[in-house]
């Protein structure tokens, strides 16, 4: 007789004592966000986490940006449980299936069309930092050059190319080996607002500058990881003219400002700039489905068939959850009006925040739209903050290379009340931090 699994929530919480210690016991000491969010989470719905002890947590994080649309979305939840009650096609390699064939036709529809934008769509990896290493992988093909200018601050991913191309010195230390081909340049407002640093990297380009000619000029619109630094206008659309000037490939990373979190549905709308490549991940999947996509111009497109591929790059049920989010929410304006409504609402409100404890802590809010933070001059405070706002039930992390950034990443469906709630209880923890 064959024995009945039940895989049911409460079938897999834990019912000991002494389980709670796996994680500690079996789990490798690289584990970091369950050392500041100590809790066992069990279930998850909309903006709220809630422990096995019954605690609920607003979530300001939202899987650091792979949940835009909250958890479980019952959208794509009820999408997904159809898909797979019907055998549909789980693991697809490069297969053709009707699962991405609607996805692609949703995606140029709805997404590409509207904004003039006519990429290829090549499916790598399913993470973001595998999107960057077909990204530069695919640049210096096409180019026949090795460098690539990055940024100061800049993020891109753990794996040795994207890790070539962050600039945070103890995630560097981790390769283990040299890192190289890469031109670090300073970003935008990196001396300050009086400095315009396109110049730098304008000049640094010319002849005789020791700079070997890049392939090309990856950044970050917002530097999520790097401090919620937010490029102007101005100095993307300079640093793209730079980039066409001398024959450079422009690579907008757009893995956590990209899906809605600053407003609209990629970062570089407002801009004004058209990159030659792009690339997402995170929330394209909606659902927090593993699912990453390089956009490339149609004449950038010399791959030979398999030159890049992975086995997991036809997730076909993150297919499935990245068009509905595309139907429902991407369809027609009116969610980008909402959503803009919301992230005023969450502007405003953080920026009572920041003036209130401003005297006792000096501090600058930064950011676009749902891509918020809070910057301390006295570098240890965010993190404390951070630890009290979480005993208070708001889950929320900090960024910079000092960790010295409050980050605010709440889930675009979030409501204003529990927009409302967490600042409360962010106001709250202000409060108990700073109190002499």
Not at 160 to 174: E, F, I, Q, V, Y
Not at 260 to 288: H, Q, W
């Amino acid at each position: 007789m064959t024995a009945t699994l039940n895989y049911s929530i409460s079938h897999l919480a834990p019912a000991t004592p002494q389980s709670l210690d796996i994680f500690e016991l079996k789990e490798s000491n690289v584990r970091s966000y369950c050392r500041d969010f100590t809790a066992t989470f069990h279930t998850a719905e909309g903006s709220t986490l809630t422990s096995e002890q019954g605690q609920v947590f607003i979530d300001f994080f939202s899987g650091a940006g792979a949940l835009n649309y909250g958890h479980n979305n019952p959208v794509l939840k009820a999408a997904l449980l159809d898909y797979i009650g019907q055998n549909g096609i789980t693991h697809g390699l490069d297969f053709k299936t009707t699962a991405k064939k609607a996805f692609l036709t949703a995606f140029e529809e709805q997404i590409l069309a509207p904004r003039n934008l006519r990429y290829k769509v090549q499916f790598p990896g399913p993470t973001g930092t595998n999107a960057v290493e077909a990204a530069i992988k695919l640049a210096r093909k096409y180019t026949g050059r090795q460098n690539v200018v990055a940024f100061t601050n800049a993020f891109h991913g753990m794996s040795l190319g994207s890790l070539a191309l962050t600039s945070n010195p103890r995630k560097r230390a981790g390769a283990g080996v040299t890192l190289n081909n890469v031109t670090f340049m300073p970003y935008d407002q990196y001396f300050g607002e009086s400095v315009d640093t396109s110049l730098y990297l304008a000049n640094m380009l010319r002849s005789g500058s020791g700079v070997d000619k890049p392939a090309a000029i990856i950044l970050e619109t917002v530097q999520g990881e790097g401090g919620v630094n937010s490029a102007s206008p101005a100095w993307v659309q300079a640093v793209q003219a730079i980039a066409r000037e001398h024959d450079i490939l422009l690579i907008i990373d757009d893995i956590q400002a990209g899906c809605g979190r600053t407003g609209d549905f990629f970062s570089f709308e407002a801009l004004g700039v058209t990159p030659d490549i792009v690339t997402l991940s995170k929330s394209i999947s909606g659902y927090g489905l593993p699912m990453s996509l390089v956009l490339l111009a149609p004449h950038l497109d010399v791959w030979e068939p398999g030159e890049h591929n992975g086995t997991f790059r036809g997730n076909n049920l993150a297919f499935v959850t990245g068009k509905v989010v595309i139907d429902h929410y991407w369809s027609d304006a009116s969610f980008t009006q909402v959503l803009k409504a919301k992230a005023d609402v969450l502007h405003q409100g953080l920026l009572t925040l920041s003036q209130g404890v401003a005297a006792t802590a000096p501090n600058r809010l930064k950011g676009r739209g749902f891509f918020k933070g809070i910057e301390f001059e006295d570098r240890s405070l965010a993190q404390k903050i951070a630890a009290q706002a979480y005993l208070g039930g708001v889950i929320i992390e900090t960024s910079g290379i000092e960790n010295q950034v409050l980050k605010f990443l709440p889930a675009l469906t979030i409501t204003p009340a529990q927009i409302t709630q967490g600042l409360h209880i962010l106001e709250q923890a202000f409060a108990e931090v700073t109190a002499p």
